[in-house]
């Protein structure tokens, strides 16, 4: 599968679908950042597939929730649909007319083998796919980027199901907690596994994992390896 490096060009589209797989947050998504620099309106979404044990996480519908509100803070609509991620996907590209579909890769067994069918039913439908970078070489700690146009995205809200009615609880919680107690390894595995981190953050927190991170020894971690 080839990848795009998380590197946003010039406004090239009219409408993107961003497909959060698995990564739950608004900070350092390479994906999210390219197409609210690219579109003229970006509608995200998340979809939870019973096949990915990710969405059996014990925070991962307090992480979605969290994730709708901070896009409702910025005038946005989250979009969560329940089923076979391959068949929905389409269903929700074609509901927000999009020219693309953006998401960020993962880099374990499962999120690859749910991205591979996704991309091959978008094609056969005629909708084009970009597959960005997970950010496996860590840079030194440093800022995380933000996002480059959130004028971009849209309000307008895609069909969708209720989302969980568990209390959010997301990167805006996790960055509150790990100013005031230092990052303890479970929660940052946690963290890992949610994408409220990208591992280039996780090094601003504890920055002994940067060697680890660059030898890729947190792929057992989003395996849910100990």
Request: charged share 20%; with cysteine; hydrophobic share 45%.
């Amino acid at each position: 599968m080839t990848l795009r490096p998380d590197q946003p060009g010039p406004r090239v589209c009219e409408r993107v679908l961003v497909w959060h797989l698995g990564n739950l947050r608004l900070q350092d998504h390479s994906a999210l950042i390219a197409a609210s620099s690219e579109a003229r309106a970006v509608f995200p979404l998340v979809l939870h597939d019973e096949r990915d044990p990710l969405s059996q996480h014990p925070g991962y519908e307090s992480a979605v929730r969290a994730l709708a509100r901070d896009y409702l803070r910025l005038g946005s609509s989250l979009t969560y649909l329940k089923g076979d991620s391959e068949q929905l996907v389409v269903d929700a590209a074609r509901d927000a007319r999009a020219d693309y579909v953006y998401v960020q890769a993962r880099a374990d067994t499962v999120g690859m083998d749910l991205l591979k069918a996704a991309r091959a039913e978008l094609e056969l439908w005629g909708f084009g796919v970009l597959v960005f970078e997970l950010p496996v070489k860590v840079n030194p700690p440093g800022t995380a980027n933000a996002l480059a146009a959130p004028a971009s995205l849209s309000g307008h809200p895609l069909p969708g199901q209720p989302l969980p009615k568990a209390k959010p609880w997301g990167e805006t919680e996790l960055f509150e907690l790990l100013k005031k107690a230092p990052a303890s390894n479970a929660l940052l595995q946690d963290a890992l596994k949610l994408g409220l981190l990208s591992p280039r953050q996780c090094c601003v927190f504890n920055p002994q994992l940067i060697e680890a991170l660059n030898q890729s020894a947190f792929l057992g971690v989003l395996d849910g390896a100990d």
